[in-house]
């Protein structure tokens, strides 16, 4: 089945730890994305990448960095500067600019909820 | 400025009854408009889309929506709410500009009571 994964689904790290998120796709999509989810609020856009090694920045880059060495992954670490990193996170993906109407049709993946102590 | 607003943070709605979600955007051309569905502790769920054509789409679950023009509006709606329904719903707006992303609106959480 085609889809998207992250990993782990739970993730402890003690305050000052550099922390990576996988996440995974089978789509064959070139767009990804990531997203941060605080309770009660919507998504917010950390990084997105339309292709393989190219990325830029969203509304929250802040204390995060990514890479897009792969077409299929979209690592994101969550470094020690991101002065509040328990948060849920969410990866999508999407056909991207050569998808016409279905460029920005996002699919997600279940989720990372990180918790730093 | 362009946005996407759900107007309602939550509401609550009785098993069995009709449930209708508003969703407003402001951009100058008809964008495209995507509907979808969060349970707790996971990922987004697509349940309908809108590119162009038929102003009312059927999506999965039950669910339709309709775009109106006039208003700006892509409401959400189920005639028959399931327990399983109880999710958060977030509207996002495709404005189809070049470069432009998905924006998504606060989202609404459903409650459904027994």
């Known amino acids: 089945d085609g889809g998207i994964t992250q990993s782990p689904k739970y993730l402890f790290r003690k305050e000052g730890q550099n922390v990576t998120l996988s996440c995974e796709q089978n789509l064959n999509h070139d767009a990804m994305y990531w997203y941060r989810q605080d309770p009660g609020q919507g998504l917010r856009l950390i990084y997105y990448s339309q292709i393989v090694n190219d990325f830029q920045k969203g509304d929250i880059a802040e204390g995060y960095s990514v890479s897009r060495e792969k077409k299929e992954s979209f690592p994101l670490t969550v470094t020690s500067a991101q002065k509040n990193p328990t948060a849920f996170y969410l990866c999508a993906s999407s056909a991207g600019l050569a998808g016409g109407p279905l460029r920005n049709e996002q699919f997600f993946g279940p989720g990372t909820r990180l918790t730093v102590l | 400025a362009q946005s996407v607003t759900q107007p309602d943070i939550h509401i609550t709605v009785s098993e069995g009854a009709s449930l209708e979600l508003r969703c407003n955007y402001s951009y100058g051309a008809t964008p495209y408009l995507f509907w979808y569905v969060q349970s707790p502790g996971q990922g987004l769920q697509l349940l309908l889309k809108?590119?162009?054509?038929?102003?009312l789409v059927q999506g999965i679950k039950g669910f339709e929506a309709e775009f109106k023009r006039s208003q700006s509006s892509f409401n959400l709606r189920k005639p028959s709410v399931h327990w399983s329904d109880a999710a958060e719903y977030f509207c996002a707006v495709d404005p189809k500009a070049a470069g432009n992303k998905l924006t998504f609106g606060g989202g609404t959480r459903v409650l459904v009571k027994p």
């Open positions: 809108y590119f162009s054509g038929d102003t």
